[in-house]
């Protein structure tokens, strides 16, 4: 059976999250922290990073965005189609997700990676909060701008990448408060039955 890779804490919770919503037939793994850097995962993701979703014929994808296109492409029917107007807004909406808001949480996971000495690591950490807080300043103003209740106005797997960082949110200074729109979205997911199940196979815990 095709099998998605996923460790608690990740942004495998959104393929885990879209699995749940559409019923797709795929085995969600938990690993445990620390077993993606060992030599049978490396072998099917060498990368060393989740999620990463394993075909019957050993081919694996990697990389969240083209999951959830994959999911939604193969199994997500009408309502997850690509050649909708809501497809095209949500590979958008995942792309910038995903290249953008993830990779500026490198500085806040990583900032070691960035820079040396301690004031420059610190510097790395200020810049990365203020990236941060105007990303999640336009997550917002998306949102409430398409009504506040999906990121697009329609539910759809932006919203599963949305949660993963309005989750993140909370390692940071920044405070959700100061994005209702986010927190109210935060509520509604918590609130949905195939994010409890996503975030129980992945050894999760809401926010609450
Ligand atoms: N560009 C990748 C990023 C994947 C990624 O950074 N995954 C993180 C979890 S959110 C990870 O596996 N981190 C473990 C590590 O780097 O050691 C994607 O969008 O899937």
């Given at each position: 059976?095709t099998t998605l890779y996923t460790?608690?804490?990740?942004c495998s919770?959104a393929p885990n999250?879209a699995v749940?919503?559409?019923?797709a037939?795929v085995?969600?793994k938990?690993?445990?922290?620390?077993?993606?850097?060992?030599?049978?995962?490396?072998?099917i993701n060498p990368k060393?990073k989740v999620p990463a979703l394993r075909f019957d014929d050993g081919d694996v994808l990697t990389e969240a965005s083209a999951i959830l296109a994959w999911l939604g492409a193969a199994h997500?029917?009408?309502?997850?189609?690509?050649?909708?107007?809501?497809?095209?807004?949500?590979?958008?909406?995942l792309?910038?997700?995903t290249?953008?808001?993830?990779?500026?949480?490198?500085?806040?996971?990583?900032?070691?990676?960035?820079?040396?000495?301690?004031?420059?690591?610190?510097?790395?950490?200020?810049?990365?909060?203020?990236?941060?807080?105007?990303?999640?300043?336009?997550?917002?103003?998306?949102?409430?701008?398409?009504?506040?209740?999906?990121?697009?106005?329609?539910?759809?797997?932006?919203?599963?990448?949305?949660?993963?960082?309005?989750?993140?949110?909370?390692?940071?200074?920044?405070?959700?408060?100061?994005?209702?729109?986010?927190?109210?979205?935060?509520?509604?997911?918590?609130?949905?039955?195939?994010?409890?199940?996503?975030?129980?196979?992945?050894?999760?815990?809401?926010?609450?």
């Open positions: 059976m460790m608690p804490g990740t919770l999250i749940a919503w559409i019923d037939p085995e969600v938990a690993m445990a922290y620390g077993d993606h850097k060992k030599a049978e995962y490396l072998a060393g997500g029917g009408g309502g997850f189609g690509r050649d909708t107007a809501l497809g095209r807004k949500e590979a958008e909406a792309s910038y997700m290249s953008e808001v993830h990779a500026t949480y490198g500085g806040h996971f990583g900032p070691q990676n960035l820079a040396e000495s301690d004031s420059a690591i610190e510097e790395v950490k200020r810049k990365t909060y203020e990236q941060l807080a105007s990303h999640y300043k336009h997550l917002n103003d998306v949102l409430a701008g398409n009504g506040g209740e999906w990121y697009l106005g329609k539910r759809s797997f932006a919203d599963t990448f949305l949660y993963v960082l309005s989750r993140w949110i909370e390692q940071t200074p920044i405070s959700i408060d100061d994005y209702p729109a986010l927190k109210k979205h935060r509520a509604r997911m918590e609130a949905d039955s195939g994010v409890q199940l996503a975030l129980d196979r992945q050894d999760m815990e809401p926010i609450g």
